[in-house]
């Protein structure tokens, strides 16, 4: 057998801007993984070469590794299968059991590896957006929300006497009297009595010298 012809199954990790990394790939060992997919040998005792590589071009599924069939599993119709988000260690448990099956083309895919299936042309999944219509409706709910509210405090402010929040209205405080106006009402007065007092006086004179009149 040729060298070509026993060539094992070789893995490609993926470790570029966001594959390997804490900050798109939180709580996973990064390092740890990369060597334990580093340490895989196959059924003929063969190190299974591993390949880091920069960006795949699907991030999204971060943490991505590619399982590249051996020769023997070539031969046999097996392809690079793309795994996304191997992120745990079960998953890299699956990945180093099938290697010992033989890999892609002669093994079937570990049940658990299924859903994590993906390939270079794997389209981020777009975020559902709302319907225009249902905004639409919202924005209506809201309006309609903010007048009846409105409403309401009106009502209340016309019953209860409370302010435009609902809160009943605080008593005017009376207005404090302007300085000097008492003392002016006070002198006002006094002139007032001043003049009548003088008015009786003059009157009771009047009287007075009338009587006298009549007497002489
Ligand atoms: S960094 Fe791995 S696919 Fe982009």
Known sequence: MSAVESAPCKLTVCRGCCCGTKKKV??????????R?????DHAAR?????????LGICFQANVVVVQPSAEGRAAGGRPVWLGAITEDKLLDAVD?????????????????????????????KKRKKSERSKAAKK??????????????????KAGGADADGRP????????????????TKKAEKAKKGKK??????????????RRGEEN
Not at 26 to 35: E, I, N, R, Y
Not at 37 to 41: F, G, H, V
Not at 99 to 120: M, Q
Not at 140 to 157: T, Y
């Open 26 to 35: 939180p709580g996973v060992d990064h390092k740890a993984q990369l060597a």
């Open 169 to 184: 209205e605080k008593p005017k405080p009376a207005k404090p009297e302007k300085a000097g106006t008492s003392e002016k």
């Open 97 to 125: 059991d099938w290697i010992f099956e033989g890999g892609p083309g002669v093994a079937p895919l570990p049940a658990v590896l299924e859903e994590h299936v993906t390939s270079k042309d794997a389209k981020k999944p």
């Open 140 to 157: 209506e709910r809201k309006k309609a929300g903010k007048k009846a509210k409105k409403a309401e405090k009106k009502a209340e402010k």
């Open 37 to 41: 997919l580093s340490a895989i040998d």
């Open 197 to 210: 007092s003088k008015k009786d006086e003059k009157s009771k004179k009047g009287k007075k010298s009338e």
């Open 47 to 55: 190190r299974v070469p591993v390949r880091t590589s920069k960006c």
